[in-house]
């Protein structure tokens, strides 16, 4: 395609429209003509074309021209809200959430909403009310979740998106996909206007080309103030080099698919060249701790965010109704046997104990990050690329078949019971033309340290 600049990055997209290389309309053009040209079931609603405003002049926000793409659950006025599932279909917000505000107030415009794993409940995003989400590279894969259309739009033509993320949602697909996804520290961005799953864990996050566009939309959604805004194309506020750098990778990672261990351990041999220090550190709880406290956590949560949520916005559907209108069969079952019931006060009283426990967590992994002088945790955010679409949710790492949720959440889940920030950016390796990421974890607050790190990654795997 002519001038075509919709797989650039936020400063090459706006670089192209100062220049006049694309109108603004023609931009939109090229990004929802790539995307709906691969037919991936990526988008689930696009806005009405409407008259952009200028992207120059001294009153132009940072994101002015720039159309973002947002996943299915978070609240954008005047475009339908619902999570891909059949009871809230017709559900069409007044109001942006107040992380779509911050980034209308930096200029951006929102040009479609992006399919999901039904009510986020899910990593694959097969078999949801708007139909299946299919992996960017190879169609015949899944494209992860839940932030699955997210992440497939980015990597097939949009400039960036914003997804959510529980227990991997934001990264596990981007990580699929070859793209570049930021979970913040729990609590960093508003939480409201988003359909919810946990008050504990929920957090929208920026999937995106490159570790400098997460780092300019951190700082608006994080609302840090316009000084601490980057310019476009700054790539962090100060760069690190990456020889003073230390690395701790987990002893333990559980079984990997051969492929993922092959790109992990060139990212790790390519960091270590380049000066970076590699040390290996205790597991921990780190592996399956979704397993371990998720359902305990996450059941009583969703019981009671998701009744508040429809008493507000869409009175007349109770949670069984919605319950029983879901079309993933995996979903409607962990609906209707295990979140419909009202929760009993041991699992309540369960609940609380599990979280005093991830509270320990926290404390634990700052003691660990001093005690190893950590810039980051380093791990292959999914355990195995992405699976063959299937309908049963399973996936097969050395010929031993498991289910999908357990399987992709292993590693991406700890963090989010800690609060703490996760970034995911692409192994410049192919293993059968299957994306594989490589997972940095910090710890609560540390988001921007984070994000400078990723970007001294990010420079190694690109020399």
Wanted: aromatic share 4%; proline share 7%; hydrophobic share 45%.
């Amino acid at each position: 395609m002519k001038n075509d600049v919709s797989t650039h990055s936020i400063a090459a997209a706006q670089a192209a429209l100062d220049t006049g290389v694309v109108s603004p309309a023609q931009y939109a053009d090229q990004i929802l003509a790539r995307i709906s040209g691969a037919d991936r079931g990526a988008l689930v609603a696009i806005r009405e074309r409407q008259v952009s405003p200028s992207h120059a002049g001294p009153e132009a926000g940072v994101l002015t021209g720039v159309s973002l793409v947002v996943k299915d659950n978070i609240h954008v006025a005047g475009l339908p809200n619902t999570a891909c599932t059949p009871a809230l279909g017709g559900f069409m917000p007044d109001a942006d959430a107040p992380v779509i505000a911050r980034l209308r107030e930096a200029g951006a415009e929102i040009l479609a909403k992006a399919g999901m794993h039904e009510l986020s409940l899910g990593v694959t995003g097969i078999g949801h009310g708007s139909g299946t989400v299919r992996n960017a590279v190879d169609p015949t894969r899944m494209a992860g979740g839940s932030s699955s259309g997210v992440a497939v739009a980015v990597a097939l033509g949009a400039t960036a998106g914003i997804g959510t993320d529980t227990g991997g949602s934001v990264r596990i697909p981007a990580s699929l996909n070859g793209v570049v996804g930021f979970r913040p520290s729990t609590g960093r961005y508003p939480g409201t206007g988003i359909t919810p799953l946990s008050d504990t864990r929920d957090t929208a996050g920026p999937i995106t080309h490159c570790v400098a566009d997460a780092v300019l939309l951190d700082a608006i959604l994080s609302n840090s103030g316009t000084s601490q805004i980057p310019q476009v194309g700054q790539e962090t506020a100060r760069d690190l080099d990456i020889a003073t750098l230390t690395f701790g990778v987990p002893d333990d990672l559980g079984p990997l698919d051969p492929r993922t261990a092959e790109a992990f351990g060139f990212a790790v041999e390519a960091l270590a060249a380049a000066g970076a220090r590699i040390i290996a550190i205790p597991a921990g709880q780190r592996v399956g701790a979704e397993g371990t406290f998720g359902a305990t956590i996450l059941i009583p949560e969703i019981h009671r965010l998701l009744t508040r949520y429809l008493n507000e916005y869409r009175p007349g559907v109770s949670l069984a109704d919605l319950a029983a209108q879901i079309e993933n069969p995996l979903v409607r079952d962990l609906m209707q046997n295990h979140v419909l019931p009202t929760p009993s006060p041991e699992a309540l009283e369960a609940r609380r104990h599990a979280l005093a426990e991830t509270a320990q967590l926290s404390a634990k992994e700052q003691e660990l990050f001093r005690k190893y002088k950590l810039d980051a945790v380093i791990f292959p955010t999914t355990p195995a690329p992405a699976a063959p679409i299937n309908p049963a949710e399973t996936v097969e790492i050395d010929g031993v078949a498991a289910s999908s949720f357990d399987t992709y959440t292993r590693l991406t889940a700890y963090g989010t019971f800690i609060g703490a920030p996760g970034l995911t950016l692409p192994i410049p390796v192919g293993v059968e033309n299957l994306p594989v990421g490589l997972a940095l974890d910090g710890v609560p607050g540390a988001d921007e340290q984070l994000l400078a790190v990723g970007a001294a990654v990010e420079r190694v795997f690109q020399a």
